[in-house]
C-alpha cells in the first residue's frame, strides 16, 4: 500500500506541478464500501473549482493509463479548506503563527481541547499560547488531532 501511496504522490505532485498549487495532502483509504483516493491542494490565493476539476481530470487519466490501482475507487480533490488537518510537521511548520485546535489522547491540567496561537514547535513537541497568554508545550505523540482553527 505504501508503494502505491508514493507513486501516486508522485504522479499528482507532476500533476499539479503544472498549476501554482501545491499538494498539501494525499491519502487512500477504503471508506465504507469503497476506495477513495483523496487530494487536498492549497494555493496562495485559495483553490478554485477548476483547479480541483483539472486535477481530478489529469490525475484520473494518469493513473487508467498506468494502471496503477487494480481495484474501483473514487478520486476526490479538494482545497485543504480553512480549518485544514494538521498531519505532519511541515503542516505544523506553515501554521506558525496562526489560531490552531489541538485535541490531546488524554487531558493535561484538566484539559484534552487547546485552542490558540501556534507559536513554534520542536521534534518533539508544539508550543500552543490560548488567549489568556498561557503558553503549552504539548507534545507530538499525545496529540490526537490538530487542525488550523476559524473563528
Do not use: W
Not at 43 to 68: P, R, Y
Not at 76 to 97: K, Q, T
Not at 102 to 113: C, N, S, V, Y
Amino acid at each position: 500500500m505504501e508503494k502505491i501511496i508514493d507513486q501516486i504522490t508522485q504522479i499528482v505532485n507532476k500533476v499539479v506541478g503544472e498549476t501554482e498549487a501545491i499538494v498539501y495532502d494525499i491519502s487512500y483509504k477504503k471508506e465504507g464500501s469503497q476506495k477513495v483516493l483523496r487530494v487536498l491542494l492549497d494555493k496562495q490565493n485559495g483553490i478554485s473549482m477548476d483547479d480541483c476539476a483539472t486535477v481530478n481530470k489529469k490525475t484520473g487519466e494518469i493513473l487508467e493509463n498506468e494502471e496503477l490501482i487494480d481495484e474501483p475507487y473514487i478520486i476526490e480533490v479538494n482545497s485543504a479548506g480553512l480549518d485544514r488537518p494538521l498531519n505532519n510537521r511541515v503542516h505544523y511548520e506553515m501554521a506558525i503563527g496562526k489560531d490552531v485546535e489541538i485535541k490531546l489522547f488524554a487531558p493535561i491540567e484538566g484539559r484534552k481541547t487547546f485552542i490558540g496561537k501556534l507559536l513554534g514547535l520542536t521534534d518533539t513537541y508544539i508550543i500552543v499560547e490560548d488567549d489568556k497568554g498561557v503558553s503549552f508545550k504539548l507534545e507530538f505523540e499525545k496529540i490526537s488531532k490538530a487542525k488550523l482553527y476559524f473563528k
